[in-house]
């Protein structure tokens, strides 16, 4: 689990192609993660990022090729099986438990890594977990969401609950963090907080896979980036010769890079 | 293992206390004899039960009363068979209630929503059909499944125990103490004070966090590793224990079952029970069920002679038309009584009565003036 081990493949998306009936909305991707590394996956609206994202936890099927996950072959795998081997990931719209308490939100991850495959503990009280429950308040403590954490979840801003998500997949101290545009609907200080946090992860080397459309973001966080356009991966590589290349400026960038 | 939280000791403390009383404050509503607040203490136990389905994963059963009747046919087939010890009896009637949600459960709980309440309410209705002609010579159908004095009841019979009852049919008993009128009563409170305190448990355990996760969403219930099946089964199950329990009581309060008791309207009425005191709350569904029974059974023996003594003190046109018109609200006409009060709740409280003792007393808390938050949803 070193960061400085050479060249560590920790996720292999291989040959995948996905149709939507006749529309082809992935052909030939092959993208490779490195372990410890942050890998962003840009491209203009329906270039298909989200789709891969949604091919490698499972929720959609390929249509051919396969994801392999540290040796595991993720294809047929149910979604709570690829989350077990240690994916997590942060949606789009923040999924979170609205009618639970904020603290509660971040608990039952952490007793899904585990008693997700199921376990009957009826008669355990939650509030005698300690070691869950510290983790938990430590967490939202790094978050500066602890003094909120018996509020229901449900009132929380846009912005805190994207947070809260961001602590419910942390806590599970996943091998590989999926990021679907973690920053959406944050303000700019929001953002750069998310920033600061997300290169925190980084310094504990967490991998992370992340989506994002705010190029500030990208930036700030990147080791090696993916660019995707019409369901094909363009350019990979290091985030300036992305910045420089040509074939990636006119697909994406254009004039609108900040 | 048993530990629960200050608040929730409290709370079963006060529970205790109420159930325990019932007999002092049932006196002046009426409603304090033995048959009756067995029935309070039974149907409490069944709304429990159905809320830890219901309330908890917000899988809404339409098929609940199924298990009640099982649990009822069990306990008096543990009497015919084996002895009239109600401890084997209603243990066997929590087992065999659980093997039936066992089945019944692993279908339904392939679909969600109203899908699973539809196949809920057509496995009921198959138990009913069951029950009601198919399985005669094991439900004795119509007449439904009675004592009689030559069954084999084989542990009785190896005990060399006289049954308790003398000349007449025996009667269920407990270590040899016949089970009739208060001491009915006391068992079925015991019984429902332990049933309250295991809610408490669940609610208060991981395993509840669990079950409340998939109630709020299941999206990310998957994605966050819990495998839901199972976790729905085990409370599908469980459930289905308490209302064997119910079911099982019933029979021991009053040893005859019919099929009757598995008819959809009782399915029905459960889900009022629960709906009316409030969805998801621990003290709710009691509450709910209680209104209901009492409304069922006092409400509904009121007539008109007593109206019209009530009303005595005013002028005869006057009282009249009192008589008149309230006539249509109580004896047969208690269903519009209770339909009006459960539509009142839905639309103004949905979060049940436990909602509006909520709200009357954060309004009280803060004074005139301030409105206070809505609960729940």
Redesign the interface.
């Known amino acids: 689990m070193s960061v400085t081990s050479e060249k560590n493949i920790v996720l292999h998306a291989a040959d995948v192609i996905k149709n939507f009936g006749g529309l082809r909305a992935l052909s030939d991707i092959d993208l490779q993660i490195e372990e410890g590394k942050t890998h962003a996956i840009i491209g203009p609206n329906g270039a298909g990022k989200s789709t891969l994202l949604n091919v490698i ?1 499972g ?1 959609i099927a390929p249509t051919s090729g396969a994801v392999v996950f540290d040796g595991t072959v993720l294809t047929g795998k ?4 690829i ?2 081997l240690g994916i ?2 942060v ?1 789009q719209t923040p ?6 308490s904020v603290l ?1 939100n971040v ?3 952490a ?3 585990r ?15 300690a070691a869950i429950r510290d983790e938990a308040e430590s967490l939202l403590n790094d978050f500066g969401m602890w003094d909120r954490r018996d509020d229901h979840s ?1 009132a929380l801003s846009r912005g805190d609950k994207r947070r809260l998500e961001l602590c ?1 997949c942390l806590i ?1 101290h996943p091998r590989l963090l999926l990021l679907d545009e973690p920053t959406a609907g944050m303000s700019r200080h929001d953002t750069n907080t998310t920033i600061e946090l997300l290169k925190k992860i980084k310094l504990r080397g967490m991998t992370k896979v992340i989506i994002e459309h705010d190029m500030h973001v990208v930036f700030s966080l990147a080791d090696k980036i993916s660019v995707l356009a019409q369901g094909r991966i363009i350019a990979s590589g290091l985030p300036q010769d992305i910045k420089e290349d040509p074939r990636v400026q006119e697909a994406y960038l254009g004039g609108a890079a900040e | ?1 048993f ?3 200050r608040k929730d000791q409290v709370k079963l403390a006060i529970f205790a206390l109420v159930v325990v009383t019932m007999p002092i404050w049932l006196a002046p509503l009426g409603a304090a004899y033995p048959g009756l607040m067995q029935k309070f203490a039974i149907y409490a136990i069944f709304a429990i039960g159905f809320n830890i389905l219901f309330g908890l994963t917000g899988y809404l059963s339409f098929g609940h009363a199924a298990f009640l009747g099982v649990g009822s046919y069990t306990a008096v087939w543990s009497f015919k068979l084996l002895s009239m010890d109600i401890l084997p009896a209603l243990l066997f009637a929590v087992l065999v209630a659980g093997l039936f949600a066992l089945v019944i459960g692993f279908f339904s709980l392939r679909r969600t929503g109203i899908y699973f309440s539809i196949l809920t309410l057509a496995f009921a209705q198959m138990c009913y059909s069951l029950a009601y002609s198919v399985l005669t010579p094991i439900t004795n159908g119509e007449t439904g499944l009675l004592l009689a004095r030559d069954d084999p009841r084989v542990i009785d019979a190896a005990l060399g125990a006289g049954t308790v009852g003398g000349a007449g049919l025996p009667s269920p008993a407990l270590l040899g103490n016949s089970v009739t009128g208060y001491f009915g009563f006391y068992i079925c409170a015991a019984l429902l004070i332990l049933t309250f305190y ?1 809610s408490q ?2 609610f ?7 079950l ?2 998939i ?3 299941q ?10 099946r ?2 729905m089964l ?1 409370a599908f199950v ?1 459930s289905g224990m308490f209302a064997g329990l119910a079911g099982g009581l019933l029979a021991v309060t009053d040893p005859i079952a019919g099929a009757e008791r598995m008819r959809w309207t009782e399915s029905g009425n459960i889900v009022l029970m629960t709906i009316l005191g409030g969805v998801g709350t621990l003290i709710g569904p009691v509450i709910g069920a209680w209104v209901i029974k009492y409304f069922e059974n006092i409400f509904s023996a009121i007539n008109k002679n007593m109206l019209n003594a009530t009303f005595d003190f005013l002028p005869d046109g006057m009282q009249n038309i009192a008589v008149t018109v309230l006539s249509k609200f109580v004896g047969e006409g208690w269903h519009l009584t209770l339909g009006l009060l459960f539509v009142l709740i839905v639309v103004f409280l949905p979060g049940g009565l436990v909602e509006g003792y909520l709200k009357l007393v954060a309004r009280l808390r803060r004074g005139r003036g301030t409105k206070p938050e809505a609960g729940g ?1």
Do not use: C, V, W
């Not at chain 1, 149910?78 to 099986?81: G, K």
């Not at chain 1, 999924?95 to 639970?100: G, H, M, N, T």
């Not at chain 2, 208060?204 to 669990?210: C, D, M, N, V």
């Open positions: 936890i929720r149910a979604p709570h099986e989350n077990q997590s990931r949606f999924e979170i438990f609205a009618d639970l509660h608990m039952a991850p007793f899904a890594r008693d997700g495959a199921f376990r009957l503990n009826m008669f355990r009280a939650t509030a005698r977990e449900g419910m599970q | 293992m530990h629960l939280s295991i448990k669940i208060a355990s991981p395993f509840g966090l669990a409340r996760g109630k709020s969403n999206t990310r219930m998957i994605y966050t590793g819990f495998n839901i199972p976790y085990a469980i949803k």
